[in-house]
């Protein structure tokens, strides 16, 4: 088999870009990323992130089978299902989580700053920090350069923007691209673990994934997250010897301070926030959330002002606008720079290890000689515009500051029915069986993997 050299500019050491350049090391393609951030620790908020099976396949196919099974053993305790709650805590419907067959199928839960530090391990000399993207030239050999405000520059023959939702190579390519704001707002907070905190709690919030819905369209999602190593970064007694030894020999962990702990994120229409909230400290937000939840059960609200207020941070949600396909050149984007989704079907990360492990595989079949680079490009993007915008679109419809719970009056009749729908389904198996099995083929559990499809 024929081999052309390749060599790749990856923009961004996101989760997407990260899975990209370890399969393209894998594959034996010369890689190399750039990230704006001075240090591997920099610049990370937000606290869990769900990986389905989309996105383990991705993970699987593109790490080293070492460190792969270093990705599992750093995963939190999984789920056991998802609770909707009233603010009162009562529940309303819990859908079990279909129970790992393997290392790849089932729902994991992992930090995102330990999935950032497994993802680094092994990128030494490829990775390199402290680089901000200023703007690409594309030249007439069909190579590429990326210049950096440093003054330093990088060629290769394709550049792919990982760069997030503000991506800057996406607003130099795609410059009609739009993002779209959609009405919500939502603060997020972290709270150690510990007897006191994980006695507030019942048990179903405890197990599981499990999300409040309450009155003037607000929510929270709460997860309790359970590592395998202790708050000293020592492995925990009874954790198993191979999941031991993977901790143990991971060098990641020295970079990686985090330690049990609950995660929260409130949400509601951005009307209901102050105008002010991206200017409120950490203490201001955690006092913000208290004030708007003063008819919430006094456990939640405990668990809020126990929250660790230098963790706390406000954001603003936008979704990108789907875009018809543009003409191919050897620049292309993957995850949120060219797909940001609501968090509502917490699919966003899992749609740009989807996105990396596709494009990878294209490309090293571009380097083997089975395809041109252009081609390669081409059939990536027909794909990932697919399913990257239907994701955005059904994210949309999940998390819209426009619903009708989120209007004065209309709103508390549009609770009252969901809420009696969703009791009803918790009462009925058959009702229950169906409703946990779409959420589950919605997240990737029975969906094709990308190598058959």
């Not at 507030?200 to 997860?223: E, F, Q, R």
């Not at 009702?431 to 969906?447: C, D, F, S």
């Amino acid at each position: 088999m024929k081999t052309e050299p390749l060599r790749v500019i990856v923009i961004g050491a996101g989760t997407g870009g990260l899975c990209l350049a370890h399969g393209l090391k894998r594959a034996g393609v010369e890689v190399a990323v750039y990230e704006r951030h001075r240090t591997r620790t920099d610049g990370l908020h937000g606290y869990r992130v769900g990986i389905d099976p989309d996105g383990s396949r991705a993970l699987h196919a593109c790490l080293p089978p070492a460190l792969f099974d270093t990705f599992v053993a750093t995963c939190a305790r999984p789920p056991t299902h998802f609770t909707i709650l009233t603010e009162q805590l009562s529940e309303l419907v819990r859908l079990p989580e279909r129970p790992s067959a393997s290392a790849i199928d089932g729902e994991k839960s992992v930090s995102r700053i330990t999935l950032r530090q497994v993802l680094l391990t092994g990128l030494d000399g490829i990775v390199h920090f402290d680089r901000t993207f200023t703007h690409f030239e594309r030249h007439p050999d069909g190579t590429v350069t990326a210049f950096f405000a440093d003054g330093s520059h990088a060629t290769g023959d394709v550049l792919v923007g990982a760069d997030g939702t503000s991506s800057r190579v996406r607003e130099q390519y795609l410059p009609d691209a739009r993002m779209q704001d959609s009405g919500l707002k939502c603060v997020g907070g972290k709270v150690a673990l510990s007897d006191e905190v994980k006695a507030l709690l019942p048990a179903n919030v405890v197990d599981g994934v499990s999300m409040v819905v309450a009155p003037k369209g607000l929510t929270c999602v709460c997860h309790v997250m359970e590592f395998k190593w202790d708050r000293d970064g020592r492995v925990k007694e009874g954790i198993g010897g191979n999941d031991a030894a993977l901790i143990a020999a991971w060098p990641g962990l020295l970079y990686d301070n985090t330690r049990d702990y609950v995660m929260w994120g409130f949400a509601g229409a951005s009307r209901r926030f102050p105008d002010e909230l991206s200017k409120l400290d950490g203490p201001g937000l955690v006092r913000l959330v208290r004030d708007m939840t003063g008819g919430w059960h006094p456990r939640l609200r405990t668990l809020f002002e126990l929250t660790d207020p230098s963790t706390a941070f406000a954001t603003g949600v936008r979704t990108s606008v789907p875009l018809p396909q543009w003409p191919t050149g050897n620049v292309t984007l993957i995850g949120d720079a060219i797909h940001t989704m609501t968090p509502g079907r917490g699919v966003g990360a899992n749609t740009a290890l989807r996105d990396a492990e596709l494009l990878c595989r294209n490309l090293v079949a571009a380097r083997d000689g089975r395809t041109g680079v252009l081609e390669a490009i081409r059939e990536y993007e027909t794909r990932m515009i697919g399913y990257g915008f239907d994701a955005v679109v059904a994210s949309r419809r999940q998390m819209d500051g426009g619903d009708l719970v989120h209007r004065p009056v209309i709103g508390r009749v549009a609770l009252a029915g969901m809420r009696t729908g969703l009791r009803l389904v918790n009462r009925v198996p058959a009702l229950k069986r169906q409703m946990a099995e779409a959420n589950q083929r919605y997240r990737g559990h029975e969906r094709v993997p990308v190598d058959s499809a």
